[in-house]
């Protein structure tokens, strides 16, 4: 299977804190994608890193790609309480048509 | 810009009984995707179209889904007969092209099987 998986499952950390999310993959890939998606709600995507691209930011989040360990990274940083979403990483492998979904990381930030 | 829009929202069915979901992509966006997210989770892909043709339908239960995009806009996803397992929220998404391409979704419509 192509799906990635996250680690850890589920992370509680306080406000301000900083929040790691770790994501595996088992297939080469063009690009990896993360989504976050607050409850009861669809997913939004966040950021885009492509194969040849190691870390990657966009505001308080920062993206690293290790491709020659397939694992991806996602900090967030100084949480806040309304980044308490569940977080998924996304591949797109060479010839393949769409996104391939990992398990997620549900993330609460306790004010 | 207007994003993915779904109805309904929410849907409680009997076993056996049929529902349909109806789905409006983002405007110019060809690529149409439906995923089935089952609580605790990641989506999967159940069918994806390029415009009015399916690209990849390989995990859609053919048996009782089906879905269509007349006219290359809009779309519908139907389970019938339903089964208890198909409890879930069927999230419609839209991307410009297909690949590694960023894809939009909608909100989702939670469906629950009794």
């Known amino acids: 299977s192509q799906q990635g998986e996250e680690d850890p499952q589920a992370l509680s950390i306080q406000e301000g804190e900083n929040a790691t999310m770790n994501c595996s993959y088992k297939?080469?890939?063009?690009?990896l994608q993360w989504y976050r998606q607050n409850s009861g709600r669809g997913l939004v995507h966040l950021i885009l890193i492509r194969s040849n691209e190691r870390e990657k930011h966009s505001g308080r989040l920062r993206v690293t790609l290790d491709t020659s360990k397939k694992s991806s990274s996602l900090l967030i940083t100084a949480s806040r309480a309304a980044d308490t979403a569940s977080y998924f990483c996304?591949?797109?492998?060479?010839?393949?048509?769409?996104?391939?979904f990992g398990t997620g990381t549900r993330l609460t930030v306790i004010p | 810009e207007a994003g993915v829009a779904q109805s309904p929202r929410y849907k409680i069915i009997e076993k056996r009984q049929s529902v349909a979901f109806w789905c409006n992509p983002i405007s110019g966006h060809a690529t149409l995707y439906w995923y089935q997210q089952i609580l605790g989770q990641g989506p999967k892909l159940l069918i994806q179209?390029?415009?009015?043709?399916?690209?990849?339908d390989s995990q859609l239960p053919k048996d009782r889904f089906s879905a269509e995009r007349l006219k290359g806009v809009d779309s519908t996803l139907k389970i019938q007969p339903a089964k208890l397992e198909d409890s879930a929220v069927y999230l419609c998404?839209?991307?410009?092209?297909?690949?590694?391409?960023?894809?939009?979704f909608g909100e989702g419509s939670w469906l629950t099987v009794v």
């Open positions: 998404a839209s991307s410009l092209g297909q690949g590694g391409n960023t894809i939009y």
């Open positions: 179209f390029q415009n009015n043709g399916v690209v990849d």
């Open positions: 297939t080469s890939i063009n690009n």
């Open positions: 996304a591949t797109a492998s060479p010839g393949a048509n769409n996104l391939f």
